[in-house]
Nanobody
Framework: QVQLVESGGGSVRAGESLTLSCTAS????????FGWYRQAPGKQREMVAT???????DYADSVKGRFTISRDNAKNTVYLQMNDLKFEDTGVYFC???????WGQGTQVTVSS
């Protein structure tokens, strides 16, 4: 059973940066698509960014140009570099491993204006 462990959340001011990490157990990491999703209070979970096994990426319009998703297959880790954070980026961020259907426990990101 794959386990995903996220880290890197925190409380920052608008305009600052954070980097989230998601480390997966097991040997399937390099074969799967990973995504970062977020859920704000009272809202549905939404896709933030995804990265395919080959490295192709996709982003929600609201984060394009500010967030960067990357992966390190040697470390079984996916990253989300978040720059110029805005109040509306506040929420719980979840890592997803698509094919195996695994989700992390979530990490809180709070941006104060």
């Amino acid at each position: 059973q794959v386990q995903l462990v996220e880290s890197g959340g925190g409380s920052v001011r608008a305009g600052e940066s954070l980097t989230l990490s998601c480390t997966a157990s097991g040997s399937l990491f390099k074969f799967d698509t990973f995504g970062w999703y977020r859920q704000a209070p009272g809202k549905q979970r939404e896709m933030v960014a995804t990265i395919l096994p080959g490295g192709a990426t996709d982003y929600a319009d609201s984060v394009k140009g500010r967030f960067t998703i990357s992966r390190d297959n040697a470390k079984n880790t996916v990253y989300l570099q978040m720059n110029d954070l805005k109040f509306e980026d506040t929420g719980v961020y979840f890592c997803n491993m698509r094919a195996v259907g695994a989700w992390g426990q979530g990490t809180q990101v709070t941006v104060s204006s």
